[in-house]
């Protein structure tokens, strides 16, 4: 295979490890992936080199780039394996910043029966070489948005009620930037990717819009049914998906087809 001819805008079925090893230095924008963890770490019967994919990752992720690692923890024994930490921990150490710690909430989470609080979340760690290069941060619609408020409001310090010198009256803002945790509806569509843990398409798309532009190049190294290659695509980016199941690169490659894309 040569690049970029034979990897831009394609799925590539193969090991990611390999594959990534014929990708040039600094060559990719912006990565989305979700890998197989803990008890699920074999995956179609194939083994997970962590530590090998995130150099790899590290090595051809463009200065200013992001990589987005969404992951969770089993429980095993009754205790959470700690693995997400420990990944987060590992990418710093070979030279990504952890720039932020965000949150995958799943709003329809299934209940279990255990002695704790039920499991609705997993990790979205951005991890960025150096400074990220692009933000373009989701609005959220304000509460208060549009209403008066008076800043030269009593505000009191050590028991005396003490005002501020302004008087002007202001109003909130209509919108302002969303915060680190970011909910979706989750398993909408499993019966068309038959794929067992689907990335909401809005996941995506969310990450796609706030951490490149148009014609960037995207990355999936663990592309499973496609979701990350179909919504950049879709956003206008140039995207390459690698995974290692013949069955899911025919279903990345025909959700594809479907919105007429390939």
Known sequence: MKYPDDYINKIICGDCLEVMKQIPDKSIDLTITSPPYDNLRNYQGYSFDFE???????????????????????????????????????????????????????????????????????????????????????LKKNKLGGKKYNPNRPRDYDGNAIRH???????????????????????????????????????????????SNKNDLVFDPMNGSGTTTKMAKLLGRNFIGIEISEKYCEIARQRLRQEVLL
Do not use: C
Not at 76 to 86: L, R
Not at 110 to 121: C, G, V
């Open 165 to 211: 010198n302004r008087s002007e009256e202001l109003t909130f803002k209509e919108y302002g930037q969303k915060g680190n945790i970011f909910g979706y509806i989750v398993g909408a569509g499993n019966d068309i990717t038959n794929h067992p843990a689907t990335f909401p398409e809005q996941l995506v798309a969310d990450h796609i819009i706030s951490w």
């Open 52 to 138: 090998g994919i995130a150099k790899e990752l590290f090595r051809i992720t463009k200065d200013g780039g992001v990589v987005v690692w969404v992951v969770g923890d089993a429980t095993v024994n009754g205790s959470e394996t700690g693995t997400s930490f420990k990944q987060a921990l590992y990418f710093k150490e070979i030279g990504f910043n952890l720039h932020d710690t965000m949150i995958y909430q799943k709003i329809n989470y299934i209940p279990l029966t255990h002695k704790r609080y039920e499991q609705e979340f997993e990790y979205m760690f951005i991890l960025s070489k150096g400074a990220p290069k692009t933000f373009n941060p989701l």
